[in-house]
Nanobody, 119 residues
């Protein structure tokens, strides 16, 4: 079993910044990747950014150049630095991890943290 604890959401004005954190705890052989998804009201959950154990990153086109994902392997924590925030970034943000335990891969989700961009 793996637990993901997110923090860092809140209310910010357009153009502002926020930093989300997600700490993983539990048992695994390997964390394959950690990532951030978001879901706005009435919309499907979408991938925002993802980082592999080797440090490779992926960003959705809508956040490229504004968001940066990073990872502290020693702390099993992933961060999402969000700059130049826009109203359309408003959503519930979820952390997700894919781990290997035994011979199987498993996905786990965090509980979500709300990001609201509004003046």
């Amino acid at each position: 079993q793996v637990q993901l604890v997110e923090s860092g959401g809140g209310l910010v004005q357009p153009g502002g910044s926020l930093r989300l954190s997600c700490a993983a705890s539990g048992r695994w052989f390997r964390i394959n990747y950690m990532g951030w998804y978001r879901q706005a009201p009435g919309k499907q959950r979408e991938l925002v950014a993802r980082i592999t154990s080797g440090g490779s990153t992926y960003y959705a086109d809508s956040v490229k150049g504004r968001f940066t994902i990073s990872r502290d392997n020693a702390k099993n924590t992933v961060y999402l630095q969000m700059n130049s925030l826009k109203a359309e970034d408003t959503a519930e943000y979820y952390c997700k991890t894919d781990i290997t335990y035994g011979s199987m891969n498993y996905d786990y989700w965090g509980q979500g943290t709300q990001v609201t961009v509004s003046s």
